[in-house]
């Protein structure tokens, strides 16, 4: 269990809202305190994939966020893209735990790269240099070489590398059902409990 009861859970420009904002609500009921950053393109993804219309501004997202979720006061905490005074921004202070998800093409590569040219990165990149938990929940249909490299990378620096992948064999009858099987894995990863799916065997 993470000790600090923090993550850092960030939305890239990937298709998949749908299990981040199920991920969120999930860590919302386990308790834990949320940083959360949102790329622009992010932002368009979850409004286009789900029936959320997220205003654009930080504050107003965490407001939104909070009471959507019913989280506690300051439970939930939305960062902008450029909010370089953020405890995510230095190791210092930051999560020793962050989940990306949906991790877009472009994110997984920035990471790998450390490129850090916006907090998401740069929120990842401490992570990385602190040698914390880091969870990408990439999705692209096919991988290019490229992709792969990265991805092959950062899972030799203890990266977990989740593609968006659902399996079948239980069964899934809803979206929800698929949703949480992908989640279920995810928090395995984080090792906050859960009911979300059977276990095998
Ligand atoms: C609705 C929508 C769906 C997208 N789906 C994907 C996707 O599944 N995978 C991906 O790598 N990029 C996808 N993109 C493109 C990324 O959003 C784009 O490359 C963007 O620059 C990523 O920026 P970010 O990583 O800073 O969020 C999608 C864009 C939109 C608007």
């Not at 979720?69 to 999560?95: C, E, R, T």
């Not at 990471?111 to 740069?122: D, F």
């Not at 859960?194 to 095998?200: A, F, P």
Request: a neutral charge; aromatic letters at 6%; one cysteine or more.
């Amino acid at each position: 269990m993470n000790s600090k009861r923090e993550i850092t859970l960030a939305f890239s420009g990937a298709s998949g809202a749908p299990y981040g904002l199920r991920l969120l609500e999930q860590l919302v009921q386990a308790d834990m305190n949320l940083s959360i950053v949102i790329s622009p393109a992010g932002l368009m993804v979850i409004n286009d994939e789900t029936d959320f219309v997220l205003p654009g501004n930080p504050q107003k997202i965490q407001a939104f966020l909070t009471e959507r979720f019913n989280a506690k006061p300051n439970q939930i905490k939305v960062y902008g893209k450029d909010d370089w005074y953020s405890p995510l921004a230095s190791g210092s202070n930051a999560p020793n735990t962050m989940v990306v998800c949906p991790c877009s093409a472009g994110c997984l590569s920035a990471i790998a790269l450390g490129a850090s040219n916006n907090l998401l990165e740069r929120a990842a990149d401490v992570v990385l240099k602190e040698q914390g938990k880091l969870v990408l929940v990439v999705r692209e249909m096919p991988l290019s070489a490229i992709h792969l490299e990265h991805m092959l990378n950062l899972a030799r620096l203890g990266v977990s590398i989740m593609p968006a992948n659902p399996g079948f064999y239980f069964k899934p009858q809803t979206i929800e059902d698929i949703v949480d099987f992908v989640v279920a894995r995810i928090l395995d990863q984080i090792q906050i409990p859960h009911q979300l799916s059977k276990r095998w065997g």
